[in-house]
């Protein structure tokens, strides 16, 4: 047991020499590391921002379809407000997503630079598994995100479809015609809503270890 205490100290001591001496590649790695999880919080902000925003053209929707209301100009006029701001919205979103992943293969390419340069057989291991185990999480937020980018585009185009035919027919009879994809629109909104729940538990749990990644490596 001594002799295992022994080795894990003499290891820690031979990594934390081996970070010094790299020095100006740990900083690099730490500074990617920090835009990579202002990434995904930009993200994740996104996330949530499309969630409550679901919830409030759903509304917009509820209102505008009520049996006798009284001013469908100023209902319609809310409801297509919400529809450009969740058009807006997903579209920063795919972009934001798109330099998360950019930023990420970027830090872990040069993790894996600095993994290489170790002379040290037994620090190079670790840095490897290290690397290995946090392309393992991060990776789970593009494959949690794929459910979001299938869900978006159908529900935008239920939302838009009421909208447009609802700028042409804006009477009871046509809020009447229109019901049938409103209660399909409000299907996949819950549906977009259940979708980005994964993506956000990902982008939580990557966060998490990025934040002990330079520590562990």
């Not at 894990?8 to 001496?21: K, P, V």
């Not at 819950?190 to 990644?213: F, H, M, Y």
Request: hydrophobic fraction near 40%; proline fraction near 3%.
């Amino acid at each position: 047991m001594k002799i295992r205490t022994q080795s894990a100290a003499l290891l820690a001591t031979l990594l934390l020499g081996a970070i010094i001496c790299l020095g100006g590649c740990a900083t690099s790695g730490v500074q990617l590391a920090a835009k990579t999880t202002i990434a995904m919080q930009t993200v994740e902000n996104d996330i949530k921002q499309a969630v409550v925003l679901v919830d409030a053209t759903m509304a917009s929707l509820d209102d505008l379809m009520v049996p006798g209301q009284s001013d469908l100009k100023k209902a319609f006029d809310k409801y297509s407000v919400n529809v450009a701001k969740t058009e807006h919205l997903g579209k920063q979103l795919l972009k934001h997503a798109d330099q998360m992943a950019a930023k990420g293969e970027k830090y872990f390419e040069e993790w894996d630079k600095q993994g290489n340069a170790y002379t040290n057989p037994q620090i190079r291991d670790l840095s490897e598994q290290r690397l290995e185990e946090l392309v393992g999480i991060y990776v789970q937020i593009p494959l949690a995100g794929i459910a979001v980018r299938e869900a978006y585009p159908v529900y935008l185009s239920d939302i838009k479809k009421i909208q447009t035919d609802l700028s042409n027919d804006l009477t009871p009879k046509g809020i009447e015609a229109i019901t049938p994809v409103a209660r399909k629109a409000v299907k996949d909104g819950d549906r977009l809503k259940d979708a980005v729940k994964p993506v956000i538990s990902a982008i939580d749990r990557t966060n998490a270890e990025l934040a002990q990644g330079g520590s562990k490596k």
